[in-house]
């Protein structure tokens, strides 16, 4: 069965940086789109954001400038890059992925188990 791992999450304080990792591994054809959701503590989880096989991104307004992803289509891992965090961006972070089985009429959304980001003074 197909896995996603997250990694890399941590303590910060606001202004720091932390990088996020992601590793999907099991019987996997191809990786379409991927992404990464947030969920605060009493917050609805949102798309923090997406790239698309062809490396097409697209960034929640509330982390564009800060966030950067990237995603290694031959080794089958997403990257978030996160700088200048703010409080408000505390919560589990998971990783998805939209992946497409050797039966290639065949995809199904794949979700990490998540990794906790606390930014905190």
């Known amino acids: 069965q197909v896995q996603l791992v997250e990694s890399g999450g941590g303590l910060v304080q606001p202004g720091g940086s932390l990088r996020l990792s992601c590793a999907a591994s099991?019987?996997?054809?191809?990786?379409?789109?991927m992404g990464w959701y947030r969920q605060a503590p009493g917050k609805r989880r949102e798309l923090v954001v997406s790239i698309s096989s062809g490396g097409s991104t697209d960034y929640a307004d509330s982390v564009k400038g800060r966030f950067t992803i990237s995603r290694d289509n031959a080794k089958n891992t997403l990257d978030l890059q996160m700088s200048s965090l703010k409080l408000e961006d505390t919560a589990v972070y998971y990783c998805t992925a939209l992946i497409q089985h050797y039966d290639r009429g065949l995809q199904i959304a794949y979700w990490g188990q998540g990794t906790q980001v606390t930014v905190s003074s």
């Open positions: 099991g019987s996997i054809f191809r990786i379409n789109a």
